[in-house]
């Protein structure tokens, strides 16, 4: 396992460019086998677990929104190539029309691309909260703490989108955390 990810949730992380990553209390770089035993998870600890947590949580909540935008996006563009083709007949003389169907196939073409690579944008993005998420319930594994999460998604105002997280931590010294956070999208 990486010794860093341990680093990145503990509250003596140091890093510097000379050194890279340290120990504010030994001033030495991270040097242990399955766990730290001088490991300190508080706000920082906290913060990254409920980001983590609310942006996976997000994108499960935009995952039927990204595909019926896909498969929507997808119908338009197959139609606007099926219009294109049967324009008129293929006996063409005017090269104005010929320029019309041209373009409009083109369209239901770029239709096409628009929809692959906004379904692949959001499977990225998905597939990079899990690992996110991944990494610290592995780090908190080994540590024997495990939780419960839920999510209270307030009205969006104006764009604005509050979001109040209570995560409930079982074998670990806090019992329960409640924070609030506000997002545009």
Not at 14 to 39: A, D, R, V
Not at 47 to 62: S, W
Request: charge should be positive; proline fraction near 1%; include cysteine.
């Amino acid at each position: 396992m990486n010794l860093a990810r341990h680093c990145d949730l503990c509250e003596n992380k140091m890093t510097s460019l000379e050194k890279g990553i340290t120990c504010k209390l030994t001033n030495k770089k991270p040097n242990f086998n399955n766990t730290c035993s001088k490991i300190t998870l508080d706000k920082k600890f906290q913060e990254k677990l409920e980001i983590a947590n609310l942006e996976l949580e997000i994108m499960r909540r935009n995952q039927k929104s990204a595909h019926l935008t896909f498969y929507g996006t997808i119908i338009i563009g197959f139609l606007l190539i099926l219009l294109g083709y049967f324009f008129s007949d293929w006996n063409i003389h005017s090269l104005f029309l010929w320029y019309v169907k041209i373009g409009i196939i083109v369209a239901g073409f770029s239709f096409l691309e628009t929809a692959y690579s906004k379904l692949n944008k959001y499977r990225r993005e998905n597939k990079k909260a899990e690992l996110e998420k991944n990494k610290i319930d592995e780090v908190l594994n080994k540590y024997g703490v495990s939780y419960c999460e839920s999510f209270d998604f307030k009205e969006k105002i104006h764009g604005t989108q509050e979001v109040i997280v209570n995560v409930e931590f079982k074998n670990w010294t806090k019992g329960k955390i409640t924070n609030s956070y506000k997002f545009d999208y």
